[in-house]
């Protein structure tokens, strides 16, 4: 399912052909070396970070296989769980690698790479922690998701707004003004586009950054441990706001097409999403007139690391090399520019890119006191969010709780028991 | 008006019903290969049309330059003819066995394979798994064969029908003539069986064929997935351009409708002559 | 001396296939069962022994029971559906069956049955779109109200049934096409001669007759029923722009806490559960045909 560019088709069927001459004159020395992602719109950049190796390691057959984000986690529990037979680089959430590395499936990195991911001058303290497990290193990091709002400056004008919401209240009136609707009131165009349905954690996900505006979490850290942390005034604001929007405004509906695909298409005015949606649109609705902004507090930020395992030594080192050659200035920009993810590599000029696409600013221009946040590293986490998607599916869908404070309340309640019973089931449950 | 015309327009009604409701049947797959003909801005417009406007090859093109959608085909029939194989000669082998030796501990053991049959595969495919893990067999066709080798169905169809075609004599004869027990079971029981082995060896095809929940584990490597699993990630990943995933999903699914439409007539005479009124 | 050739011969042949039962069927559900009693999450080296707490967990779990419900109602659903529509549609095509259009009857209901999966659930979910579907537009265009099929919690349930279905039906026409094949002739001839006409033949005589056939297939769909998973995971791909609700059923749900939440004795436990739902549907049916028999 790669849509890979001609360059990179090209590219590979000559490193094919040159693969099959070598096999057979030194076979013994190819090596492959498979990269598994999780986000199949960067095959190009890891096919040009290939090539961008092929001088050094002549002898390299990279094999790039991304694929959708939830089938990635499933292989790479499996590959792990059972050994992989080739040396693999693999894409992964700092907080999703964590329990391969406490249970000894992921090997640290090479002291060489380690020296290069320690060094302060190619990653801040931040990033560096995330590839981090008691002071040793295990990863390298690359890019990271972090969110701002993308909205619709044709149809904010039309509305008659000026500039972008900057608080939540903010948020429900440009949602109500820019919602269009028929002549029976149904709405046509969503004012904002929320994640309320489908399967696995996203809407949790989602819903926690919604959260964070109102200054909670869904998780908090009580020392090593955690205990949820959403049946509160946070929890209950962003319940309400969507149940609001819903059932109350009516500014969405659950079956309106959603997300980056109905944001292009011109079918909802706002949406908060990563940066990819600037390299995705530009491909996809090169003509739409869209700019992008901070949240009101701030924003998730996940950073993605690549580990390696599997395979001989040398396959294994020349795995490790195609992470540091992934973070290569040259490569990096490239990314930003084409495929629209934040590299995390410190030191790099990206202002090329970013006077070219404005809409990046909001991802990279930030106030002093725009308070990130990450998912954390706990066994559980995956299962966690799911469940408590579920819940939330559960209640978006329920017009009765519009306006019903206390429902609301009592159902986070019973949500909370839930998280904190999985939480104190993997042991790590804050009193 | 007679009763022979009657009968004949009642029988015309008939025709016409029957023939809307296959019709009715079959659209869902109609529209999908319409809508793999279709430009992604019209796979937009409400009401939808069913035969595309302006039929465009762009999305066959394109999922046959971008993906290896070739090389899984070839997978998902090597696989199928495989599994295929391997299940018309254990069936064929173990029905005939069953059928035709009376010998107590054998017919324990069929009695305790055939209630496996009822036991879903997704029950025990991770147990299964981590079996061909420990062989190395992974994101390999023998590692998707190893779930797909036998069928309890099978065996219980191969015996039904030695036990109402193949007579005792016929083989008491052979032996006195001196053949051999593989001799008579190569050269009078399977020609006898090839009606039932032939509807066998369809229905294992179509099997392993449509499998999805044991490759989607066993594979992960791009150029070792069947279509299924490679249609499955292809959808996963993009969702949002159904022009593309309908022309992938209809280049996959006309040659094997094909194929079965080709060995329908053996594959119903088949289930016919098995004798499914025990 | 000849019983014991005979003998060895039948030891020979069969020796192969009895193996690989006892390898791929027999030592992966024996170990589902011993998993079951186990914590284990798939990384880690050691198993923890946890008695019966896994199952009592699950009585509890609500995710759980709520695929317990999902999965049963589907399949259930699609027997209901699956046992009157194929008889009838058997019967209808067997009575045309010297009709030339005979072959392409059976061939139109029998394609849905081979088409993968994929394919088949792809088509459905954009019939099903609640914008851009044709099932709405025909609704809309016939003055009804368009529908969210695959966001509402009830109507997400009944497309998966529709699919199911769907895909079911034409295996069992095909079945019961040989059941009505293999009914016995006079009897009808008989009925004829007194007066009864096709419709009262059916209900009557047909009907009580391929009793064991409805039971078969009701088996039949019963488990395929209760294995349902890909229907599920395609028409709610959460990939962005094209959600739909998510029905949990008991494979995917077990899948899920394999591979996504680590818990493989619990997912086995699940199994466990499955099994015995359809060891007990099945015992039932069996049993029902017996009573019947006996009368």
């Known amino acids: 399912m790669t849509f890979r560019g001609r360059n990179g088709t090209v590219a590979r069927a000559t490193m094919w052909s040159a693969g099959l001459m070598l096999a057979g004159t030194l076979s013994a020395q190819a090596q492959d070396v498979v990269i598994w992602g999780g986000f199949p719109e960067l095959a190009d950049f890891y096919e040009r970070v290939a090539e961008g190796m092929s001088d050094e390691y002549p002898d390299l057959n990279v094999i790039v296989e991304p694929i959708g984000l939830r089938d990635h986690e499933k292989r790479v529990a499996l590959g792990l769980s059972s050994g992989l037979d080739d040396a693999t680089v693999l894409e992964l959430i700092g907080s999703t690698a964590n329990r391969y590395i406490v249970n000894d499936l992921l090997p640290p990195a090479p002291d060489d790479i380690a020296d290069f991911v320690n060094d302060a001058g190619n990653f801040e303290p931040f990033f560096r922690d995330t590839a981090t497990v008691d002071g040793t290193v295990y990863g390298v990091p690359l890019f990271r998701g972090q969110g701002a709002l993308f909205y619709n400056t044709d149809m904010l004008a039309e509305a008659g707004l000026d500039g972008p919401p900057t608080t939540m209240e903010e948020y429900d009136d440009y949602a109500a003004k820019l919602t269009q609707r028929d002549a029976d009131g149904n709405p046509t165009v969503s004012g904002w586009s929320l994640r309320l349905s489908g399967g696995g954690g996203g809407i949790a996900e989602k819903f926690w950054i919604n959260m964070h505006q109102f200054g909670g979490a869904l998780l908090e850290p009580v020392g090593d441990k955690y205990r949820a942390a959403y049946a509160n005034e946070a929890g209950l604001a962003a319940l309400r706001q969507y149940v609001n929007a819903v059932s109350g405004d009516k500014t969405v509906t659950i079956d309106m097409p959603a997300d980056a695909a109905a944001f292009q298409r011109g079918q909802t005015a706002m949406f908060i999403r990563e940066s990819w949606v600037i390299g995705d649109t530009e491909k996809k609705a090169p003509e739409l007139n869209y700019d992008t902004a901070l949240l009101p507090r701030g924003s998730i930020a996940l950073p993605v690391n690549l580990y390696v395992s599997g395979g001989s030594d040398a396959a294994q080192d020349a795995a490790w090399a195609f992470a540091i050659e992934a973070n290569k200035p040259e490569h990096l920009i490239w990314l930003l520019d084409n495929v629209g993810w934040l590299p995390n590599r410190a030191g790099v000029d990206y202002s090329g890119v970013i006077e070219a696409k404005p809409q990046f600013s909001a991802f990279v221009d930030l106030p002093e006191d725009y308070d990130l946040f990450t998912l954390p590293s706990i066994e559980p986490i995956n299962e966690i969010l799911t469940r408590f998607a579920a819940v939330l599916t559960e209640a978006f869908a329920d017009p009765s709780l519009a306006g019903d404070d206390a429902a609301m309340m009592a159902l986070l309640e019973s949500a909370e028991e839930e998280t904190n019973a999985i939480l104190d089931r993997a042991g790590i449950l804050a009193e | ?278 | 001396m000849l019983k014991r050739k005979r003998f060895l011969f039948a030891v020979m042949a069969i020796i192969p296939t009895f193996a690989i039962f006892g390898w791929v069927r027999m030592y992966p559900i024996v170990e589902t069962l011993r998993l079951s009693v186990f914590q284990w999450n798939l990384l880690s080296r050691d198993k923890t022994f946890v008695g019966l707490s896994n199952f009592i967990e699950l009585f509890g779990d609500d995710q759980f029971l709520d695929a317990l419900t999902n999965t049963a109602i589907i399949a259930f659903g699609a027997m209901a559906v699956t046992i009157p529509v194929s008889m009838a549609l058997a019967g209808v095509i067997y009575h045309r069956t010297r009709s030339r259009f005979a072959g392409f009857y059976e061939t139109a209901v029998f394609i849905p049955h081979v088409v993968s999966l994929v394919p088949a659930a792809m088509a459905w979910k954009w019939i099903f779109d609640a914008k851009l579907g044709p099932l709405n537009a025909v609704i809309v265009a016939l003055g009804g109200e368009a529908q969210a099929w695959l966001f509402d919690p009830v109507l997400s349930v009944v497309c998966i049934i529709l699919l199911v279905s769907w895909q079911t039906l034409g295996y069992a026409v095909l079945i019961y096409l040989v059941g009505f094949r293999n009914l016995p002739k006079s009897v009808y001839e008989a009925a004829k001669l007194d007066g009864a006409n096709g419709i009262q033949s059916f209900f009557f005589m047909s009907v009580p007759l391929l009793k064991p056939i409805t039971l078969y297939v009701s088996v039949v769909t019963l488990i395929s029923g209760f294995n349902v998973y890909a229907q599920a995971y395609v028409l709610a791909s959460d990939t962005q722009g094209a959600p739909g609700r998510l029905v949990r059923v008991l494979v995917l749900d077990m899948l899920e806490n394999s591979f996504q939440n680590f818990r493989v004795g619990y997912a086995a436990a699940e199994a466990v559960i499955l099994l015995s739902i359809v060891l007990v549907l099945t015992a039932v049916q069996f049993g029902m045909l017996r009573q019947k028999g006996g009368k």
């Open chain 2, 1 to 278: 008006m007679s009763a022979k015309a009657r009968a004949r327009r009642s029988n015309f009604l008939i025709d016409v019903c029957l023939f809307f409701i296959c019709l009715a049947l079959l659209l869902p797959l109609i529209m999908l290969i319409a809508n793999g003909f279709k430009t992604p801005a019209e796979m937009l417009v409400w009401p939808p049309t069913i035969l595309p406007r302006n039929p465009t090859l762009e999305n066959f093109v394109t999922v046959f330059t971008e993906t290896p959608l070739l090389r899984w085909m070839f997978n998902s029939l090597a696989f199928a003819t495989l599994s295929m194989i391997a299940i018309v000669a254990t069936s064929a082998l173990a029905g005939y066995v069953v059928a035709k030796f009376p010998f107590r501990s054998i017919n324990v053991i069929f009695i305790l394979f055939l209630t496996t049959a009822i036991i879903p595969f997704e029950v025990y495919m991770i147990p299964l798994y981590f079996q061909v893990k420990a062989l190395g067999a992974l994101n390999s066709i023998t590692g998707l064969l190893i779930g797909y080798l036998v069928m309890s169905f099978g065996i219980f169809l191969i015996r039904q029908n030695v036990i109402a075609s193949i007579p005792d004599e016929l083989l008491e004869a052979a032996r006195i003539d001196g053949a051999g027990e593989f001799w008579i079971f190569r050269h009078i029981v399977v020609p006898l069986l090839r009606g039932p082995l032939a509807a066998l060896a369809v229905l294992a095809f179509f099997q392993a064929w449509t499998a999805f929940a044991w490759p989607i584990i066993t594979l992960t490597r791009k150029t070792s997935f069947t279509i299924e699993v490679g249609l499955a990630n292809f959808q996963s990943a993009y969702t949002v351009e159904l022009s593309l995933l309908s022309a992938a999903s209809a280049a996959v699914m006309v040659p094997s409708v094909l194929a079965f439409v080709l060995l329908r007539r053996n594959f119903v005479e088949g289930i016919a002559a098995s004798g499914m009124k025990e």
